[in-house]
């Protein structure tokens, strides 16, 4: 018997089946689920930030009254505060730094869905 009968394929002939749905692997395009779950995610996060940078604001202003109080200049009390104070507004320098981070990225995710050709709908949270 010969190794290359013409019966036989050989095996670099044979093709493996071609799996259903492997067509659209290679280009997906993200559906309405994909962009209100992404919105969500942002403004989430968002609203997170904006919650805390006005936690800090608080704090801010009640210390800032508790040093305004302090009839001494020059005490140590008044140092510790107004060096207190200085890390709260840098953190809040941070915290103000976020939350614009956190806009900006809606506003560029808005923009890439606009590109898309997204339904105005799908990019709003409800």
């Known amino acids: ?36 779950r992404r919105a969500m995610e942002l403004h989430a996060r968002l609203a997170a930030d904006e919650t805390a940078a006005a936690g800090g604001r608080e704090k801010i202003d009640r210390l800032q009254h508790i ?3 302090l009839g001494c200049v020059v005490c140590k009390e008044r140092n510790q505060l107004e060096s207190q104070l200085l890390r ?22 808005e923009e890439e869905g606009r590109r898309a050709g997204v339904l105005p709908g799908w990019l709003r949270v409800p």
Do not use: C, H
């Not at 799996?19 to 997906?28: F, Q, R």
């Not at 956190?102 to 995710?109: G, P």
């Open 67 to 69: 040093v305004d109080a």
């Open 1 to 36: 018997m010969d190794a290359t009968s013409p019966d036989k394929p050989k095996a670099s002939e044979t093709k493996a089946p071609a799996k259903k749905g492997d067509a659209g692997k290679t280009d997906p395009k993200p559906g309405e689920a994909y962009w209100k």
């Open 88 to 109: 709260m507004r840098n953190d809040q320098i941070r915290l103000d730094a976020k939350v614009a981070s956190d806009r900006t990225a809606i506003q560029e995710f």
